[in-house]
Structures are given as structure tokens and as C-alpha cells.
């Protein structure tokens, strides 16, 4: 039986628990003044939970960790459901696949049928719904195109 968990940890990091991806331009988003209240407020948290300054908080902010590849702005956007520290995150895949699976359902994200008869593979639209819903604006075609080739891999052993 096939999951979306390890359709999206193959896609995101090719099950890499401890992958960390920097992204350049959100950090460079966070240098002007006057940033919204809601993102010093998650800086705050990301301060606190890891005992650093701003400067590494906005760092943790603007990168992506683990086998999903959750942004610090996504994982630490509400203290309720995660305020930890990145370190403790980054080495406990059962955390990591938790926090997928209420992230999904916060966000209310359609997972597809990926295990339809012998012979059928799995809705292409369902896979482009989910991209959309949980990879964002970035190229949802791309992503479910991913999501469709590592099914098919997964379906064959080759994973």
C-alpha cells in the first residue's frame, strides 16, 4: 500500500530525514523594516525555541527542513503545533511525519487515492489538487508530475 507520506518525502528530500534546503530570496524578504506583526512573531518563537538571535531565527525561518521539506516559517507559524527546537525536529522522523499529517489536515489537503485496481493509476487532477493545496503557486504541474513518477516507482519496487 502506497502512502503520500512516502510519495511527498521521496519528491521533497528522497527520504532524507535530515535534508535542509536555504532559500535565498525569503531571507532576503526579511531584511527591510517594518515586517508584519505575524512574522516577527513566529521570528520570536524561532528565537526562543532554539536560543538564538534574530539573525539565526530568520535563518531557521528561510530554510527548509527534513524529509518533507517544511519551511521555518511554516513549521514555527504556530506555536500550538510545533515550538521546539529545528535540532530535536531534524532528528526525529516521527515528529516530522506527525507534524505532515496535521499540517495536511489544517489545511484542509485532499490526499489522492494512491492505490486504485491493478492496471490504473492514480487521477492526475487529484495529484495537481494536492501540489496546489500543499506546495503552493510555485509550478503545481511540476510537482504532481513528481508525485505521479515517484507513485509509479514505488508501484514497481524501484524505490
Known sequence: MITIEEIISQVESSG???????????YAGLSFPG????????????????????????VIYSTSWGEYQF????LYSDPVLYSGSIIAFSNN???QGQY??????RKSVPVPDLNPPVGHEPDMQEFLKFAVLYNGPGDPSAYAQRMMDVW???RKGEI
Open 152 to 154: 509509479r516507482e514505488l
Open 93 to 95: 522522523p516521527v515528529l
Open 71 to 74: 519551511m521555518g516559517e511554516t
Open 100 to 105: 505532515f499529517q496535521t499540517l495536511i489536515q
Open 35 to 58: 515586517l508584519p506583526k505575524a512574522i516577527v512573531d513566529c521570528l520570536t518563537v524561532i528565537s526562543q525555541a532554539n536560543a538564538c538571535d534574530m539573525e539565526t531565527a530568520k
Open 16 to 26: 532524507n530525514v535530515l535534508a535542509i534546503r536555504f532559500e535565498p530570496t525569503v
